[in-house]
């Protein structure tokens, strides 16, 4: 399975955020979708950093919640892997794994058609692995 199948399964949303926006809002954003991280926006290319649940919990650690009203670009990751819609999910969780990333942005002919979690690419596994056992079954059951 790739990046394409799971868009096509989950959808091509993606929640945004520009990033002189507050994390305050940010934190809204996040709650009010139930989902935990969004793509920073406001630069020249389609994305210019990621803002998750754990970026803000960790600045409200260091500095209670006066952070939130920092801006978003105080706080964003700016070192952003992403993927394409032809990365396979074994790749996806190697990336994930050795990046230590929960969200990749997708990327194809320069713009932003996708997002995908570490939940989306354990989900597929999950299912690949299901259909695997199931085919397995049939052949051991026609025997």
Known sequence: MNVAQLLDFKGHEVATINQSRSIADAVGMMKERGIGA??????????????????V??????RGAEALQDQVSTLMSRDIVTCTLDTTCATLMGLMTAERVRHLPVLEAGSLVGLISIGDVVRARFEELERDRQELLEYVQAR
Do not use: H, K, Q, W
């Not at 969004?38 to 970026?55: A, H, K, Q, Y």
């Not at 919990?57 to 260091?62: E, I, K, S």
């Open 38 to 55: 969004l793509v920073v926006t406001g630069g020249e290319p389609p994305l210019v950093g990621m803002i998750s649940e754990r970026d």
């Open 57 to 62: 919990v960790r600045a409200l650690g260091a």
